[in-house]
């Protein structure tokens, strides 16, 4: 990390996106009680596309139907590279990092869209000849309704400038877009009352975690989420039955341990190199998805 680069200032600014992510400087300052100068020195030095800090829009993908997976394919650690690289050109593969277990490879996650569900095992295929996958739901679970894409295109950009930066000012958007403030101000409320955006959510790109535990269990052990309050954990419900748990670590503790300490509650577990593969392009575009005439989605084989 730069020497110039504070941890404990970017928590700080991360904390304070948190609770305000959309409001200006002065606002928050204002509300928070503290100095506006201090406050945007911390945002100039951190916050933006390329820097250390982000606010994102965060989507509840059913509502424009699409469905969530998990899948892990098997291939040679050289290959891991370049198929990487030929996945990461698909939009609809979310996310992509190496990994090493059940399943020596690649993990991914997959934004499918409802009726393309058949598709997935065609589109695996492409890059390895053996694979699993699982639909996965947040925990815990509540019940879901998948929607349709029935916005126009320009939706699409504006969820796509969301998610990279929730506070690109308001008269950027509109001449990324070619429309009004006014219409621009009524789009992103449309997306807010109608549950597509869930929140805003700051985020720092500070490589603390570069591991990752995950596991796949038959069952949930009523005392893990408890037990392991202190570790960054997440749980994952799989369909039909099942749960996908992930603990989030450094490559400077020991991973002998991590893996004595935690495989004793799974079926089965792999370890996630989120720094195996650099330099990947960004595939979360729903404007790559989505049609140009805004009619549904575009096939996941296209790409």
Known sequence: ????????????????????PKESLRK?????????????????????VGKHVQVNAIYDIARVGLRSYVAFLSMSKEDIPHVALKMANNPFIAYIT????????ISAVLHIP????????????????????????AYPEKPKRFGEWNLSYEY?????????????????ISKRLGKTR?????????LEKTG????????????AYNRGFCGISEELPPDIIKKFKEHEIHVGVLKPKGYIIEWFFSSKE????????????????????????????NPYKFSLRVKKDGSGYRSILDF
């Open 254 to 281: 020991d991973i002998g341990l991590k893996i004595l300490e935690f495989s004793k509650y799974v079926k089965k577990f792999t370890v996630h190199y989120f720094d195996y593969i650099k330099n990947l392009p």
């Open 1 to 20: 990390m730069d020497d110039d680069v504070k941890i404990e200032e970017i928590e700080f600014l991360v904390e304070i996106l948190n609770k305000h």
């Open 156 to 172: 699409a950009l504006l969820m796509d400038i969301l998610k990279e930066d929730a506070r690109t000012n308001i008269t950027e």
């Open 98 to 105: 190496a990994t090493f277990g059940f399943k020596i490879g």
């Open 28 to 48: 928050i300052a204002s509300i928070e009680g503290i100095d506006y100068y201090r406050l945007k020195r911390l945002y100039d030095k951190y916050y933006g």
């Open 114 to 137: 409802k009726e393309q569900v058949s598709l997935i095992n065609e589109l695996l295929s492409r890059y390895s000849d053996d694979y699993e996958y699982y639909e996965v739901r």
């Open 196 to 207: 597509i955006i869930r929140g805003y959510l700051a985020v720092c790109d500070v490589d």
């Open 182 to 190: 006014p219409t621009v101000s009524y789009m992103t409320k449309r």
